[in-house]
């Protein structure tokens, strides 16, 4: 199985801040890479597929790139809706796997 | 509009049996490769399962294979996940998502419905 590792696992940012968030795949997954938002009690939220395409209705803050085994998630100006946890996925083989989360916290 | 609402879940006894159901509208069901994601309370999201718009492929995580079955019933827009020989480890939320068009992401959720396992 291919193991999706994130880091960091939590961060504490302020609002207009810049963050990234990194996901390495245990091998080479090509571009098939997911990203999602999840917010307490709620239900994940697609963001980013196919590494860097955005899903519909995205704001265009969010922004994905890599390919192969490192990927990362960027937020160019964190907003207050943004305060959430973040997981990346990969759907290069089956078992499909996600990564363990990074929490976006506040500063 | 997309909309997947699960239900099913409950409290169930380790080594008991438990069958979600997850009703789809909104989009072209029968096309549409399916899938659950569980959650454990506190814990990060594990990929369970998918199966083919048509039903004749389907794909398990490790932890589930043996034990739990998806389906689907295309004539109902109805996906299902029968899980059995239950364990207390199963207690999560169970999340139905439908795949993007590109394949293999998923682009809607359901809510949840939550299974606890325990005696």
């Known amino acids: 199985d291919i193991q999706m590792t994130q880091s960091p696992s939590s961060l504490s940012a302020s609002v207009g801040d810049r963050v990234t968030i990194t996901c390495r795949a245990s091998q080479g997954i090509s571009r098939w890479l997911a990203w999602y938002q999840q917010k307490p009690e709620t239900a994940p939220k697609s963001l980013i597929y196919a590494a860097s395409s955005l899903q519909s209705g995205v704001p265009s803050r969010f922004s994905g790139t890599g390919s192969g085994t490192d990927f990362t998630l960027t937020i160019s100006s964190l907003q207050p809706e943004d305060f959430a946890t973040y997981y990346c996925?990969?759907?290069?083989?089956?078992?499909?796997?996600f990564g363990g989360g990074t929490k976006v916290e506040i500063k | 509009e997309v909309q997947l609402l699960e239900s099913g879940g409950g409290l169930v006894q380790p080594g008991g049996s438990l069958r979600l159901s997850c009703a789809a509208s909104g989009f072209t069901f029968s096309s549409s490769t399916m899938g659950w994601v569980r959650q454990a309370p506190g814990k990060g999201l594990e990929w369970v399962s998918v199966?083919?718009?048509?039903?004749?492929?389907?794909y398990y995580a490790d932890s589930v294979k043996g034990r739990f079955t998806i389906s689907r019933d295309n004539s109902k827009n109805t996906l299902y996940l029968q899980m059995n020989s239950l364990r207390v480890e199963d207690t999560a939320v169970y999340y139905c998502?439908?795949?993007?068009?590109?394949?293999?992401?998923?682009?809607?959720w359901g809510q949840g419905t939550l299974v606890t396992v325990s005696s």
């Open positions: 998502a439908k795949d993007t068009p590109q394949g293999g992401s998923f682009d809607y």
């Open positions: 199966i083919t718009g048509s039903g004749g492929n389907t």
């Open positions: 996925q990969q759907y290069n083989s089956y078992p499909r796997t």
